[in-house]
């Protein structure tokens, strides 16, 4: 007998039925997103055949050379989501501001954030690389929309994900019941169900982190970082091993599907900034899906959801994946202040 293949649609009925989870509105987004996340796919699979390689010439609002990969990706994800009636504005990593939804749509009650392509880095050297999303609820009665409705902690995100455009091209969704991974079945054009109930593994022996930046981090992530090293003849007692992808949709990929710890510290290179990545985009739907499978994360001090966003490009300190390893490196910093 064959087995029985639930897809994306199939999913969020059940969810809208069964748990009461998803308006209607909020269904379309994630289908919405699901599909434009599909046109970003194939975009990026014809690599040098479809003229997506390379720099565009520009820079975006953070001062980074923009890809033209990004560029496509985000304009798919504009053009995709304008006219549904489910969203009132949307922001991005490549735009300076909001992008409200033109007057001749219906506004709807979300908001939508994302960095169109994560890892741009990897781009032209056929690395995996992913797309991320989060969702808000536009807050109030007000008319109109602003930045400033954008600015809400990461806990008051409604559904939260990332596509990864890897060795094989998955979704990875959170509406705060679990997280669910799909599976692009590419000849029925189809996203299937394939992992449902997420789980990180409580223990793990493998870190990721950008170890060139070690002489600029702070003591706290050098305290860590060098017990891992010392393996099973220091205090861990364990060998442990290393992963960098460099696109942080991977390496979250890795941690949701065999555990691990994550991190992007502050350091003295840039030292008024916060972290590398960003809150809004980054940070807080990778937190939600990390929280939703039983992990945990914070900027070394604080739960990153409980942040309040003061700019729509802030940055963060991320250090998320396995509880007990964040919360090590939380206890860190911690007793580092004093
Ligand atoms: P983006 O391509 O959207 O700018 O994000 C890149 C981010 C993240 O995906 C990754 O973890 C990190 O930058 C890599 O930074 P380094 O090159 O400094 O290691
Ligand atoms: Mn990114
Ligand atoms: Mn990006």
């Given amino acids: 007998m064959a087995i029985k293949k639930v897809s994306l649609t199939q999913y969020l009925v059940e969810q809208q039925r069964e748990h009461g989870r998803i308006p209607s509105q909020l269904r379309l987004l994630i289908e919405v997103v699901a599909r434009a996340c ?8 014809k690599g040098a055949l479809g003229d997506v390689m390379g720099t565009a010439g520009s820079e975006n609002v953070q001062g980074e050379v923009q890809k033209k990969l990004d ?6 994800l504009i053009e995709a989501n304008e006219w549904g009636g489910h969203l009132a504005a949307m922001a991005s990593e490549e735009m300076d501001t909001i992008h409200v939804v033109p ?22 050297v056929n690395v995996s690389i992913g797309t991320i999303f989060s969702v808000l609820r536009k807050v109030g009665h007000h008319h109109g929309v602003a930045e400033e409705d954008f600015l809400q902690a990461g806990k008051n995100q409604a559904a939260a994900g990332y596509c990864i ?30 992992q449902e109930n997420v789980q990180i593994p409580e223990d793990t022996k493998e870190f990721a982190i950008n170890m060139s930046n070690q002489r600029h981090w702070a003591p706290p992530v050098t305290r860590y970082i060098d017990e891992c090293l010392l393996g099973k003849d220091g205090p861990r007692g364990k060998d442990f091993n290393m992963r960098w992808v460099a696109s942080m949709v991977a390496d979250v990929h890795r941690i949701l599907s065999r555990g691990g ?10 030292p008024e900034k916060a972290g590398k990545l960003r809150l809004l985009y980054e940070a807080n739907p990778m937190s939600f899906l990390v929280e939703q499978a039983g992990g945990a994360s914070t900027n070394g001090r604080q739960r990153i959801m409980d942040l309040q966003p003061t700019k729509l490009h802030e940055r963060v300190a991320v250090f998320l994946g396995s509880k007990s390893e964040v919360e090590r490196a939380t206890a860190y910093h911690l007793e580092s202040q004093g």
């Fill in 71 to 76: 560029i496509i990706s985000n304009e798919v």
């Fill in 165 to 194: 455009y890897g060795s094989q091209t998955m979704l990875v969704l959170t509406v705060g019941d679990g997280v669910a991974m799909f599976t692009l079945d590419r000849e029925m054009g189809s996203w299937v169900l394939t």
């Fill in 38 to 45: 599909k046109h970003i796919a194939i975009a990026v699979n």
């Fill in 103 to 124: 007057n001749r749509y219906p506004q709807g009650e979300y908001l939508l954030l994302f960095d169109p392509l994560d890892g741009s880095s990897n781009i032209d």
């Fill in 261 to 270: 710890v994550f991190m992007y510290p502050w350091d003295k290179r840039e």
